[in-house]
């Protein structure tokens, strides 16, 4: 099947610092893709969604000035979190939808904010 | 609100019983439904989907999950459990076919004891 592939896995930063995160869809093209961030015992919430080429769609409540999206290629998606804080430690997730595929998710990334 | 409620946290089940994952969602329209499963340090996997026709829906894995609606749920089951069953499983609900603005349930981490 499909793979997408995250990188990293795993991230601790010093507060006020950036952190980017890739997304690649490895063999197929990734029209849109989705960001997730989970919290402990919560459920994955949808932050925005990412057409290549175009401005991303952030979801209400979530900062498009400190969570960076950019969709540059049909294989590749980037979230920066920019001057991170600890509150912004979570489980970031994204996930890639071609056109009539299934959406495939990355393996997710783990961000530490100390 | 789109919402999705799966009320156990933790199930734990033998080796070779039988499984069912209870998932109820709250939605306005036609639900498309789904469930995934995450094993540690892997990307979400699309175990089956419910969009119309048979409300009893095989997916990989030797899973199935029933829809009904007059019950707003989408229980996922399994006759026999394996050991590499063992793993986070999710229900999601959409707006669509396309697998855009899933909602996500929680989570249910399942273990299985020899």
């Known amino acids: 099947g499909a793979v997408v592939s995250q990188h990293p896995s795993r991230v601790i930063c010093k507060s006020g610092t950036s952190v980017k995160i890739e997304c690649r869809s490895l063999d197929f093209q990734a029209t849109t893709m989705f960001w997730y961030r989970q919290f402990p015992k919560q459920s994955l919430m949808l932050m925005a969604t990412?057409?290549?080429?175009?401005?991303?769609?952030?979801e209400q409540g979530v900062e498009k000035d400190k969570f960076l999206i950019n969709h540059a290629s049909l294989t590749l998606s980037t979230l920066t979190v920019t001057s991170a804080h600890p509150e912004d430690s979570s489980f970031y997730i994204c996930?890639?939808?071609?056109?009539?595929?299934?959406?495939?998710f990355g393996q997710g990334t783990r961000l530490t904010v100390v | 609100a789109q919402s999705v409620t799966q009320p156990d946290i933790h199930i734990t089940v033998s080796e070779g019983a039988s499984l069912e994952l209870r998932c109820n969602y709250s939605?306005?329209?036609?639900?498309?439904l789904f469930w995934y499963v995450q094993s540690p340090g892997q990307g979400l996997q699309l175990l089956l989907k419910y969009f119309s026709g048979d409300t009893l829906v095989q997916g990989i894995k030797g899973f199935e999950a029933e829809f009904k609606r007059s019950q707003s749920s989408f229980n996922l089951r399994k006759p026999s459990v394996h050991w590499s069953d063992a793993a986070e499983y999710f229900c999601?609900?959409?707006?669509?076919?396309?697998?855009?603005?899933?909602?996500f349930g929680t989570g249910t981490r399942l273990l299985v004891s020899p």
């Open positions: 996930s890639a939808v071609g056109v009539r595929t299934e959406a495939f």
């Open positions: 939605y306005g329209a036609t639900p498309y």
């Open positions: 990412s057409n290549e080429g175009s401005k991303a769609t952030y």
């Open positions: 999601a609900v959409g707006p669509s076919a396309g697998f855009q603005k899933l909602v």
